[in-house]
């Protein structure tokens, strides 16, 4: 407690000799000026004012909102613009869509070493025929002649399904041809 007197006292006398006054106008640069001068130090240039910073989290801000937005403004998918335009297309493609797919199961099914390359070529003409089909779908929803591509589509359903069955129909002749050998070989 002594000690916390003295400290009081100690204040008590320096009272009104403190220095209170504030520094005058740039003081802070000629104390760097001469700081500089007499070590030999490189000065920094002063502070500027960094406005890319901001910026750039303006800039992030409004790319979220716009992909936002652009994610609750999805267009439409294809099925869905096809079933706008025409609805019986639309079932018409789910009906055939779903028999060639059937197909296309059991050719996987049959396919043996002896059928792998009849089976590989079938497999590529429907992927082109696929593509095709989508090309169709494309001209159909940016308007052009409903009726002439709709039956393209129609037709080109029905040139898979033909495909696939006549595919089908040559790997029951292997199998065929192939136990008819075997039956015959004697030991």
């Known amino acids: ?13 320096l009272q009104g000799s403190f220095d209170t006054e504030e520094p005058a106008e ?3 640069q000629r104390f760097l000026d001469k700081l500089s001068n007499a070590n030999g130090v490189v000065r920094l240039a002063p502070k500027k004012r960094n406005w890319w910073r901001p910026l750039s989290i303006a800039a992030s801000i409004i790319l979220l909102f716009a992909v936002g ?27 055939f869509a779903n028999l060639i797919e059937e197909q296309i199961k059991e050719l996987e099914n049959e396919s043996t070493p002896e059928t792998k390359i009849l089976v590989d ?40 399904i033909d495909l696939l069955q006549e595919v089908m129909d040559k790997i029951e002749n292997i199998k ?12």
Not at 69 to 95: G, R
Not at 124 to 151: F, V
Not at 176 to 187: L, P, Q, V
């Open 176 to 187: 065929t041809f192939k136990n008819y050998d075997d039956e015959n070989i004697t030991i």
């Open 69 to 95: 937005a652009s994610l609750f403004t999805s267009q439409p998918s294809m099925d869905e613009q096809l079933a706008q335009i025409s609805p019986e297309a639309s079932q018409t493609q789910f009906y």
């Open 26 to 28: 740039g003081h802070q």
């Open 121 to 160: 070529d079938t497999m590529a003409q429907l992927t082109k025929l696929e593509i095709n089909y989508k090309k169709l779908e494309q001209d159909l929803i940016n308007g052009g002649n409903s009726k002439l591509i709709l039956s393209a589509m129609i037709t080109n359903f029905q040139t898979r």
């Open 1 to 13: 407690m002594k000690e916390d007197r003295t400290i009081e006292d100690l204040f008590k006398t």
